[in-house]
């Protein structure tokens, strides 16, 4: 089966999480898997079950309760997010095994870049040296998984202090940057795709932006 990969420069939080829902909802056994990725401006999410307590000082940036598995995590610029559109039914294998897929390609990609991670049966991502450098929700519904994962590439790492990442206080976090990485996004993107898909047996096709999709614009200098 193909998979069609959708790149998007930036996308807002909450307009994304209801396409990917409506698309999810309308999707039948013939609708093609998609990948969607793309960076968000600086967003705190709760998943379904996510305490309020794990934000500590959000500021100014905006906190939005959404549908995914999981408890608190940021997004902003600096941090690639992949959103996995998938008949989890046809790719033959269940919640669990989908997101030991998805983990194992980011150790995998990591590892063609000399980065040595794991990920952890007790805690969801990917790790390095103890420290995050990729998060992980998904919610699974009757008609496939939508959410995904989200890959530190350079990110601003202040946000992270003013929340308990994924629910653990003073879990450290890393990007490819702190690593020693100096990639562009475009790199990062394919090659995670490319090793992406590889490890879900599906054959990555490139496509245009959704019908749903405008770039986002800029505020006016005041």
Not at 6 to 20: F, G, K, N, S, V
Not at 120 to 135: F, L, M, Q, T
Not at 172 to 178: C, D, I, K, R
Request: glycine share 10%; aromatic share 6%; charged share 25%.
């Amino acid at each position: 089966m193909n998979l069609l990969v959708r790149y998007l420069p930036q996308a807002d939080y909450d307009t994304c999480w209801r396409a990917m829902r409506d698309f999810t909802e309308q999707r039948d056994d013939s609708t093609p898997d998609e990948l969607w990725v793309l960076e968000h401006p600086p967003v705190y999410t709760l998943g379904q079950a996510g305490k309020p307590e794990h934000v500590l000082n959000p500021g100014d940036i905006p906190v939005v309760r959404s549908d995914r598995g999981g408890q608190v995590t940021y997004h902003g610029p600096g941090q690639t997010v992949v959103y996995l559109m998938l008949d989890v039914r046809r790719l033959g294998m269940g919640s669990r095994g989908l997101v030991n897929a998805i983990e194992q390609a980011v150790v995998d990609y990591l590892a063609t870049q000399g980065i040595d991670a794991v990920n952890r049966e007790d805690a969801p991502g990917v790790y390095v040296n103890g420290a995050k450098i990729a998060s992980l929700g998904l919610r699974i519904r009757r008609k496939g998984s939508y959410h995904g994962l989200a890959l530190n590439r350079d990110a601003d790492a202040t946000p992270w202090q003013r929340i308990n990442p994924c629910g653990y206080a003073g879990q450290p976090m890393t990007s490819l940057a702190a690593e020693g990485l100096t990639l562009t996004r475009q790199q990062v993107e394919e090659d995670l795709v490319t090793i992406l898909a590889h490890r879900l047996g599906l054959e990555p096709r490139t496509a245009p932006p959704p019908d749903w999709y405008t770039l986002p614009q800029r505020k006016p200098e005041a």
